[in-house]
């Protein structure tokens, strides 16, 4: 009989033994789902977030415009969409130089050129420079000035100098040779 007694006494320990396990086990997936969920939640706000600020660009427009400055618009933007949200274009600006249909990106800088820009200023306007101009310019060649000005007419005026990289023969240390000898507006 001491036997089963002893067995009766370990059985009781035994089932609170697990007993403690199973709360312990319980209690700690309980409260892991509990974070899960809550963290769940808190990643699909953040996301929501994220997502509606990629769905928009951030632009800085300046130049021949009624309101310059610094525009957040939709990410599909056109240059056109910039030029509205700035209040469009003052009198003066060289509308025809610019275009229009150019899509916008994160970061653009836009610099609308006008008419009445310095006559004294002796750099040379790449947007409306012709072949023999721009062949002035150190390092420019007739069959780079012929692709500057292919590029602008394809893609319309140059938004910043520095846009004029983006011409194949233009490399960073050519366009560093000549930033100070060109301008776009």
């Not at 229009?100 to 609308?112: K, R, T, V, Y």
């Not at 005026?157 to 366009?175: M, Q, R």
Request: contains cysteine.
């Amino acid at each position: 009989m001491p036997f089963l007694s002893k067995l009766a006494e370990n059985k009781t320990k035994l089932i609170l033994a697990l007993l403690c396990i199973f709360t312990v086990v319980s209690v700690y997936f309980g409260f892991r789902s509990a974070i899960t969920a809550h963290d769940t939640a808190l990643l699909a706000e953040l996301t929501e977030d994220t997502q509606e600020e990629n769905d928009y660009i951030y632009i800085h427009i300046k130049g021949a415009v009624k309101n310059t400055g610094l525009y957040r618009l939709p990410r599909a933007s056109r240059v056109n969409d910039a030029i509205e949200a700035a209040g469009g274009f003052t009198d003066d600006a060289a509308s025809d130089m610019v275009n229009l249909a150019a899509f916008l990106e994160d970061g653009s800088e836009i610099i609308i050129p006008s008419y009445s820009d310095n006559i004294n200023d002796a750099r040379i306007n790449i947007n409306t420079a012709g072949k023999e101009q721009l062949m002035k310019l150190d390092g420019i060649g007739e069959g780079l000035a012929e692709r500057i000005i292919e590029y602008r007419e394809k893609n319309g005026a140059f938004l910043s100098s520095e846009e004029i990289k983006k011409v194949s023969g233009i490399s960073d240390s050519k366009y560093e040779t000549i930033s100070d000898k060109i301008k776009v507006g």
